[in-house]
């Protein structure tokens, strides 16, 4: 899931571990994120949503996270 407050969250601790040990490698994170996830948390937070640089997504995101990605300079990506 991915909430404003909480960040980007997991409920596979695995996949949690997985996520952070890319990121933390990466020059450019990428944030693939299908409009379902947008304001749903899971139990396990995998990092905050600062410091990305792109969002690729299915869908036209809410207008909060439209300008949210806008305001941290995000580039947003989406099939529409």
């Given at each position: 899931?991915?909430?404003?407050d909480k960040g980007i969250?997991?409920?596979n601790e695995d996949e949690a571990e997985i996520k952070n040990v890319m990121r933390s490698c990466a020059k450019t994170t990428i944030l693939?994120?299908?409009n379902s996830k947008f304001d749903n948390v899971s139990f396990?937070?995998?990092h905050d949503l600062k410091k990305n640089d792109v969002l690729v997504t299915d869908r036209l995101v809410?207008?909060?996270?439209?300008q949210y990605?806008?305001?941290k300079g995000?580039?947003?990506i989406t099939d529409n």
């Amino acid at each position: 899931g991915v909430d404003l407050d909480k960040g980007i969250t997991e409920s596979n601790e695995d996949e949690a571990e997985i996520k952070n040990v890319m990121r933390s490698c990466a020059k450019t994170t990428i944030l693939a994120i299908d409009n379902s996830k947008f304001d749903n948390v899971s139990f396990i937070k995998v990092h905050d949503l600062k410091k990305n640089d792109v969002l690729v997504t299915d869908r036209l995101v809410p207008d909060k996270w439209m300008q949210y990605f806008e305001d941290k300079g995000v580039q947003i990506i989406t099939d529409n």
